[in-house]
């Protein structure tokens, strides 16, 4: 079992810059990948980006890709998104997720993950 954690999320208006910080916990020994998903209001949840236990490989939502980066420290068991040139239809609750590394890390395009947070809010005025 691996419990995540997110924080960082606020209210920012469009142009800024913020970081969201995933920390996971629990039998995070054997690895596993971790994704960050968002459910914009009134929406159903998408899939922003992944990255591997390695941190050597990454998806992206062709929505996110070029203004957003997801990155990892391992010693730290702490995954980030880096979310830069906020748009107004960012705005979402964003959630944090880890899978097991026996999963492809494609799986995490269909939301096929193993563990969730219970999620940050951002909000991003126009």
């Known amino acids: 079992q691996v419990q995540v954690v997110e924080s960082g999320g606020g209210l920012v208006q469009a142009g800024d810059s913020l970081r969201l910080s995933c920390v996971a916990s629990?039998?995070?020994?054997?690895?596993?990948?971790i994704g960050w998903f968002r459910q914009p209001p009134g929406k159903e949840r998408e899939f922003v980006a992944t990255?591997?236990?390695?941190?050597?490989?990454?998806i992206y939502a062709n929505s996110v890709k070029g203004r957003f980066t997801i990155s990892r420290d391992n010693a730290k068991n702490t995954a980030y998104l880096q979310m830069d040139s906020l748009k107004s239809g960012d705005t979402a609750v964003y959630y944090c997720?880890?899978?097991?590394?026996?999963?492809?890390?494609?799986?995490?395009?269909?939301?096929?993950?193993?563990?969730w947070g219970q999620g940050t809010l951002v909000t991003v005025s126009s």
């Open positions: 990255i591997n236990w390695s941190g050597d490989s990454t």
């Open positions: 629990g039998r995070t020994g054997s690895g596993y990948h």
């Open positions: 997720a880890a899978s097991g590394t026996m999963r492809p890390l494609e799986a995490a395009r269909v939301g096929l993950m193993d563990y």
